[in-house]
């Protein structure tokens, strides 16, 4: 399995997929046609469902659907893993976020991350973001790591695992173009003048985002060249040219 840095996590929490029911349900989740089927059948859109969960207030039940527009609240030792559309996500343990309303009820345009942690892949298709209490980030078809750390003080950590993110915190901004994981701090307080900070890799594995690209018959971009990058820790804004800097007022 792909090296990774826990901050905060129990290694369970990034080993989820390899568990035998999750891969079950994740088999038999493309077996029968995947969300188009769903659709059609009117069955649920829930690949993976484990522990307590509220769902806009209630206890949710195992085969319940999901629609933009709900709140989801996962307990200890809880995930959910659902599709919307062409995007597919893992909700871990201890999180509360709320998925937006776009031109359809399938259609997300905004899922708002206030506490806790959601692995996303988005198919390519119309604008959408990530926002949680300290940072922005505009999707394009892309998959994605987002955390908000409460022992930081709200802190957000993102990472753009793949793909094209417009990042926002503060007064910075940063066009993020990735192929093996560019990740951010969005900051509550500036350091070293700036909201938006590089960080490592963080909490989360190539596997996972692999199988959640699966659900929406999707590749990762590593799976698409054969081959990865390397997880050195140094961030994006790290590497940038100090005159080509990303990160400017707006």
Known sequence: MTQHT?????????????????????AAWVATGGMPAALAQQRSNVVDFVGDILLNGQRMLPQQVVQTGDEIVTGAASRLVFVIGNAAFHV???SRLRVERGATLNTMSLLRLLSGAV?????????RSI????????????????EVMADQGGRSYF???????DMQA???????VSSYHQSFWGEVEPRGGRFLTPAPALNHTDE??????????????????????????RGYMEQQPPEMHPAMPR
Do not use: H, M
């Open 170 to 176: 503060g007064g910075n901004r940063a066009l993020s």
């Open 119 to 127: 692995i996303s892949v988005f198919g390519r298709g119309v604008a």
């Open 159 to 165: 990472c753009n695992c793949y793909g094209t993110v």
């Open 208 to 233: 996972e985002l692999e199988f959640l690209a699966r659900l929406i018959d999707q590749r990762t971009a590593w799976q698409i060249a054969g081959r990865t990058g390397v997880k050195d820790g």
């Open 92 to 94: 871990r343990q201890n």
């Open 131 to 146: 926002v949680t209490p300290t940072l922005t980030a505009g999707i394009r078809g892309t998959g994605v790591y987002t």
């Open 6 to 26: 826990l901050q905060g996590r129990r290694e369970d929490e990034v080993t989820w997929f390899q568990r035998r029911d999750t891969l079950k349900a994740a």
